[in-house]
């Protein structure tokens, strides 16, 4: 059987923060600009993350 590299979980658990802050973004009436700059950045952290985490598991 094959393991799935804990990369690939911490991916999901991102893509998830990220669509349930988006939705409770969106349902709470918050501004577009606000609920934009908001995933803008939690996009950018995220992408940071999993290249730090890439990056571990690569030993660079």
């Known amino acids: 059987m094959r393991r799935i590299p804990a990369l690939a979980y911490l991916a999901g658990a991102l893509l998830v923060f990220w669509l349930l802050l988006a939705t409770v973004m969106i349902i709470s009436g918050?501004?577009?600009?606000?609920?934009?700059?908001?995933l803008s950045s939690d996009l950018m952290i995220s992408l940071f993350i999993l290249g730090l985490a890439w990056a571990y598991q690569k030993n660079l």
């Open 30 to 38: 918050f501004p577009f600009i606000v609920v934009t700059l908001s």
